[in-house]
């Protein structure tokens, strides 16, 4: 039997301990535990990748500290915007949503696009229908809305307008996701995330493309990305690192660390990757200062990183 695994993400950027508090630290590590918590009891009891990753991301989604659901980052015209998607790696059924504002947990409503639907990704009146339809809680306003992340937002437009020239997206981003093996050795993958600060409306990043920032296949590995959403979708970062294990038989660590320092890294791909092989193997790596990051094993390891 194969042993099972998690790993759980919370965004990757410009994450510096000196702009850090001993406090928000303290936090920021008691909210990936709590992911890790949510999916590690899932794959105790046996239950599915599938399962495991969704209680993952909807405990970061819940957490306002990071960006999706609860403490999402606003568009240009002061909106949220949420991406979010989910994979499994035996059948790779996917589903998807773009740009929705309104189900508490969005990666509940890719899973039901996933279960419910015909469809991989929906977007518009419809994808709210359906989560509605599927039973999902509806939340308002002032549920998703955060005081730093309004903040965020102002400062932005401000060097915008200043004609400051904004040349770290890696300050602009954010993003939760999971990945875990089952003691089947299914893989799964759920990702979500409000996007960038000052997004355009209407723009969707890499976290709902398959194959850019999610992805789930048995036969190689699964993955949850965050960073820069374009140049994640340009260089399908995910969907590469498979096709390297696949036809290069490379190692689950050599794939991903390729793609996340060479294809993203050098070409302002800033941010980094979660990721589960068959047999459990993780592996984390990233390209910029800090990435939340924890992982759990079979034998009840838990670890919970931030900086290099
Ligand atoms: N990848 C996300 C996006 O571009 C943001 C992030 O992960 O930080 O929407």
Redesign the pocket.
Known sequence: MTRFSLAVHG???TILKSSMTPELEVAYHAGLRRALDAGHAVLAKNGSALDAVTEAVCALEDEPLF?AGRGAVFTSDGKQEM?AAIMEGLGRQAGAVGSIFGPRNPIRAARAVMEQTDHVFLIGPNALKLAQDAGLPFEDTAYFFTQSRWDALQSTLKMRADGTVDDDPARR???VGAVACDAQGTLAAATS?G??TAKAPGRV???PVIGA?TYADNATCAVS??????V?IRYTAAAEIAARMRHAGQSLEDAAAHVVNVDLGQNDGS?GIIAVDARGNITMPFNCDGMYRGSVTQDGAFETLIYR
């Open positions: 965004g990757a950027g960006n991406d981003h954010g993003t995330t996007g960038m990043g890499d976290t920032g990305g965050t960073g820069h959403g374009e994640f941010g």
